[in-house]
């Protein structure tokens, strides 16, 4: 076991430590509330590990230096908050089709625009989605305390060199912000790195986007002396782009494939107190940091609540929450937004058992006494109580 | 064991570095803390807030309802953060700058934060580390020795000895206090 240390430390300062530990030696952006904190360490730590950092003129640049850095054969990422997040939806969509890994941290803050730049929301959980335009795939991870900012940084970068997509990690202010004690190795010489695979054929019989089995095209660094040709554009095994119909539907049956095909690898989730219980709790990043504590008052009062949080939110965890809706008799979804989040746990349900809201958009998390109360009345609807 | 702390005042007073010391200093006596904070777009000025949690157990809820001690340091912030106290809350409030709390009939302590700070140190800047040696002798929530530890490593090269009078004074401040009642 390697030498760890224990500290008092901020989660979006844990993102910087696992991207460090990663491998990650690449971050543009642009500093913006409440993820700067994430800007602000990739500056200081990256010259330190010999990796570079790149403030960036604008949102989209940083993304678009991002790609270039992972190109060219980086582990990169960058962090924003919504409105960059909004900005970014064009470069996320490059990276999609052309298949760059990269990480994309997005700390949400409330409301479209500016809204409130300091205040916690989890309003963007559709936008990480769907929020660049026409079918793709993505993998968005939640985490919900600060030692998991630290395991699920790693845990992105590692899905996106695996899967060669962009992987976001949606966090929320309330994460972000806080700090709370973690115990991280002191070198991180040891920590086991994923990297994407490479070529193994020579240049010459290279073809950038021919898959085997894994549905993952092997992938070369920009500037090792294999050709090859990046295009938004629906491109076939070339790379180079191609207009038919059989093009366009292998493309894009391929770009899901390697997503879908390994959905049980992929997608994770948390059972708490989940295998007597009645009613479920479904609540994400930081937001579940309540439901925690409503469970154990709820157990106090006799009431066999449990809790079930996605860890990755998309694709979505439908296998779980469907059989979860079979072992319970009723659900509250809690999120910090008028309900995103809900209508996927509602279609994966289907009416199996019934779904209530507690949908809070108030600038505050809820308290756990709150949650209780949201929790009995959703009980008393069901007729469980 | 669980204590629960609101520090309250205006950005700038250095309340959310205080926050954080005293969440270190709960770490290093092996306890679990949970710190977080809230503050306006504002680059400074505004009504500043940090929390802390420190407890044996682990902290999941990460905000303060309902404080065991809240640490007031101007009149807005006795305005706004106050209205969750019960009357087992301790409020200590700055005298310097605090007349009127409404926080519920808790039990309230004024000290001369800000004055003693300038007085021993020569400088109102030093007011967070006197506001946390009193908090720290009122409650016991910490031991003396990780509080004065956490603080040395946190501040500038340099301060140390300043610090070190403040955070001293603050104690001396809070058994004064305690003296008196």
């Known amino acids: ?385 | 064991m669980r204590h629960t702390f609101r520090f309250s005042g205006t950005g700038g007073q250095g309340l959310i570095t205080a926050g954080i010391i005293l969440a270190e200093a709960a770490l290093l006596d092996g306890n679990l803390a949970v710190q977080s904070q809230s503050y306006g777009p504002e680059a400074r000025g505004g009504s500043s807030k940090a929390e802390v949690i420190i407890s044996d157990e682990p902290i999941h809820f990460s905000r303060v309802t309902c404080p065991g001690t809240l640490l007031v340091m101007s009149q807005e912030a006795a305005d706004k953060f106050a209205h969750d106290c019960t009357e087992e809350s301790l409020v200590i409030t700055d005298s310097l700058f605090v007349s009127e709390v409404n926080a519920n009939g808790a039990k309230r302590i004024d000290l001369d934060i800000t004055r003693t700070a300038t007085r021993v140190c020569g400088k109102p800047l030093f007011a967070n580390i006197v506001a946390l040696g009193a908090v720290a002798g009122l409650t016991n929530c910490v031991s003396e020795k990780s509080l004065e530890r956490a603080v040395l490593e946190r501040v500038p090269k340099g301060t140390e000895d300043a610090n070190r009078k403040a955070l001293a004074a603050g104690f001396s401040l809070a058994s004064e206090a305690q003296g008196k009642a």
């Not at chain 1, 940083?62 to 939806?89: C, E, R």
């Not at chain 1, 095994?237 to 119909?245: E, Y």
């Open chain 1, 1 to 385: 076991m390697a030498d760890t240390k224990v500290m008092l430390m901020q989660g979006n300062t844990a993102v910087v430590e696992g991207a460090i530990a990663a491998g990650v030696r690449f971050y543009g952006g642009y500093p913006i509330t409440p993820s700067t904190e994430i800007a602000e360490g990739m500056a200081k730590r990256l010259p330190m590990v010999g990796g570079k950092f790149m403030q960036t003129e604008d949102e989209i640049a940083g993304l678009g230096t991002v790609i270039g850095a992972s190109l060219g054969g980086l582990k990169a990422m960058t962090a924003t908050s919504g409105p960059g997040f909004s900005l970014k939806q064009e470069m996320i969509g490059l990276a999609c089709n052309a298949e760059v890994p990269c990480v994309i941290v997005d700390v949400q803050r409330v409301g479209p625009s500016t809204g409130q730049p300091t205040s916690p929301s989890q309003g963007d959980v559709m936008q990480t989605k769907w929020g660049t335009h026409g079918d793709h795939w993505v993998i968005v991870v939640s985490p919900s305390s600060v030692p998991e900012c630290f395991t699920l940084t790693q845990r992105a970068v590692a899905l996106a060199e695996t899967y060669r997509v962009p992987v976001i990690m949606l966090m929320d202010e309330i994460v972000g912000h806080m700090r709370e004690r973690i115990e991280i190795p002191v070198s991180y010489d040891d920590v086991p790195q994923v990297n994407r695979a490479r070529p193994t054929c020579p240049p010459e019989e290279y073809l950038a986007y021919r898959a085997g089995e894994s549905g993952v095209p092997e992938m070369a660094d920009f500037g090792s002396g294999y050709r090859w040709h990046v295009s938004g554009l629906v491109h076939d095994d070339t790379g180079f782009p191609k207009s038919s119909g059989k093009a366009t539907m292998e493309a894009e049956n391929r770009l899901r494939g390697k997503i879908m095909n390994h959905r049980d690898e992929i997608i994770q989730v948390e059972r708490h107190m989940l295998d007597d219980a009645e009613f479920a709790i479904i609540a994400f990043g930081g937001a579940a940091r309540t439901a925690y504590d409503a469970v154990e008052m709820a157990r106090a009062r006799g009431l066999k609540v449990g809790l079930l949080r996605p860890i990755t939110i998309w694709p979505f965890a439908t296998h779980e929450v469907r059989e979860l809706a079979r072992s319970v008799k009723g659900i509250l979804v809690h999120e910090l937004n008028c309900g995103q989040y809900v209508i996927s746990v509602k279609a994966a349900v289907g009416g199996a058992c019934p779904v209530d809201l507690y949908a809070k958009y108030d600038n505050e998390s809820a308290t756990p006494e709150e949650m209780l109360a949201e929790i009995e009345k959703a009980m008393k609807g069901d007729g469980l109580i």
